[in-house]
């Protein structure tokens, strides 16, 4: 079970709680190979020592906890609260930057970018220190300790968080209990097509810059699509295809197991189509929106620019920075 220290979560039990019933926390539970079955939200979404230790676990849940608990104040009640104010958003922006950072597709892939900077690190201290094999091997082997990688990734936070915080917000609302969510729920789409796996939860698959659109479900019924689109945050309607579009990138990026709604019905197949498909939906939804103008977008480019800074400048974990959305 989940109330083991040792199983770590990497998807919120308060929001997968979204997707149950009213009142409820249970959720239909989607595994390759299994029958769906209905299982509490505290039960599922979870990997087995994820931080590696209890110790590790404990400082880091902490941090995540707090966040997690501001923004599903926010997306719990996200009718009454669009638009949001900067500070709605500022907590929504963490709750998917904590996503991200916790998806174990993102682990792995600073795990291996951590690797290769700590052997170049080693290679250029054992010329200017003159180490010997042994001092080499030992100092590698202590910048490859857990809590490194750990530090790491919660560097990540703030800058995901900023970029985030700095794109255009549409809430797309659906007639239906349609869209699913997964252990991997944040879906970032790059301008260019690219096969869609696990392994798409990391935005640093062509850089956070590359993203087209975003994609967040809330609830059953509730998008959050993020784009460079100018203007208001103004909400929109969703149509089936559109729902099948999110619902099949949702299937492709999970880890182990997805999740939807006890009695609704996803789905996953677009007529005339009839197979599953991915499409970039804020083509469709938002007016005038294109990849050129994405390409083009000044909102994007001093987005990129702020995260680029907050690199260089080794930005507290605490600060955020981020494109004034217009008004």
């Given at each position: 079970?989940?109330?083991?220290?040792?199983n770590?979560?990497?998807?919120?039990a308060?929001y997968l709680?979204?997707?149950?019933?009213?009142?409820?926390?249970?959720?239909?539970?989607h595994r390759?190979?299994?029958?769906p079955?209905?299982?509490?939200?505290r039960?599922?979404?979870?990997?087995?020592d994820?931080?590696?230790?209890?110790e590790?676990a404990?400082?880091?849940?902490?941090k995540?906890?707090?966040?997690e608990?501001a923004?599903l104040?926010?997306?719990?009640?996200?009718?009454?609260?669009?638009p949001?104010?900067?500070?709605?958003?500022?907590?929504v922006?963490?709750?998917?930057?904590?996503?991200?950072?916790r998806?174990?597709?993102?682990?792995?892939?600073?795990?291996q970018?951590?690797?290769?900077?700590?052997r170049?690190?080693?290679?250029?201290?054992?010329?200017?220190?003159?180490?010997?094999?042994?001092q080499s091997r030992?100092l590698?082997?202590?910048?490859?300790?857990?809590?490194?990688h750990?530090e790491?990734?919660?560097?990540?936070?703030?800058r995901i968080?900023?970029?985030?915080?700095s794109?255009h917000w549409?809430?797309?609302?659906?007639d239906?209990?349609?869209v699913i969510?997964?252990?991997?729920?944040v879906?970032l789409?790059?301008?260019?097509?690219v096969?869609?796996?696990p392994a798409?939860a990391?935005?640093?698959?062509?850089?956070?810059a590359?993203?087209?659109?975003?994609?967040?479900t809330?609830?059953?019924?509730t998008?959050?699509?993020?784009?460079w689109q100018?203007?208001?945050?103004?909400?929109g309607?969703?149509?089936?295809?559109h729902a099948c579009?999110v619902?099949?990138?949702?299937?492709?990026?999970?880890l182990?197991?997805?999740f939807?709604r006890?009695?609704?019905?996803?789905?996953?197949l677009?007529?005339?189509i009839?197979q599953?498909e991915?499409?970039?939906?804020?083509l469709?939804?938002?007016?005038g929106?294109?990849v050129?103008?994405a390409?083009?977008?000044?909102?994007?480019?001093?987005a990129?620019?702020?995260?680029?800074?907050m690199?260089?400048?080794?930005?507290?974990a605490?600060?955020?920075?981020?494109?004034i959305?217009?008004?």
């Amino acid at each position: 079970m989940a109330t083991d220290p040792r199983n770590h979560h990497i998807v919120t039990a308060g929001y997968l709680r979204q997707f149950a019933h009213k009142g409820k926390s249970k959720v239909t539970v989607h595994r390759a190979g299994e029958e769906p079955s209905d299982q509490g939200v505290r039960a599922v979404g979870y990997v087995r020592d994820f931080w590696a230790s209890p110790e590790l676990a404990v400082h880091v849940e902490e941090k995540f906890g707090k966040a997690e608990d501001a923004a599903l104040k926010v997306i719990s009640k996200i009718d009454a609260r669009w638009p949001l104010t900067a500070e709605d958003r500022t907590h929504v922006s963490l709750l998917l930057a904590v996503h991200i950072v916790r998806s174990p597709a993102f682990g792995g892939a600073m795990r291996q970018i951590g690797a290769k900077a700590n052997r170049e690190v080693v290679a250029e201290g054992a010329v200017t220190y003159d180490l010997d094999e042994k001092q080499s091997r030992e100092l590698e082997a202590e910048f490859g300790k857990e809590r490194y990688h750990v530090e790491a990734l919660l560097r990540q936070l703030p800058r995901i968080t900023s970029f985030l915080n700095s794109m255009h917000w549409t809430l797309v609302e659906f007639d239906a209990d349609w869209v699913i969510t997964s252990d991997q729920p944040v879906v970032l789409l790059p301008y260019l097509p690219v096969p869609h796996t696990p392994a798409s939860a990391v935005p640093m698959q062509l850089g956070l810059a590359a993203t087209l659109e975003g994609w967040f479900t809330l609830n059953p019924r509730t998008l959050l699509l993020l784009s460079w689109q100018g203007g208001g945050d103004a909400p929109g309607g969703g149509e089936h295809r559109h729902a099948c579009s999110v619902n099949c990138a949702l299937r492709a990026q999970t880890l182990l197991e997805w999740f939807s709604r006890p009695g609704s019905r996803p789905p996953f197949l677009s007529p005339p189509i009839l197979q599953p498909e991915i499409s970039r939906i804020s083509l469709e939804l938002l007016h005038g929106y294109s990849v050129a103008l994405a390409a083009e977008s000044e909102r994007r480019k001093r987005a990129e620019q702020i995260v680029m800074r907050m690199v260089q400048d080794q930005t507290p974990a605490k600060e955020l920075h981020w494109v004034i959305p217009a008004a």
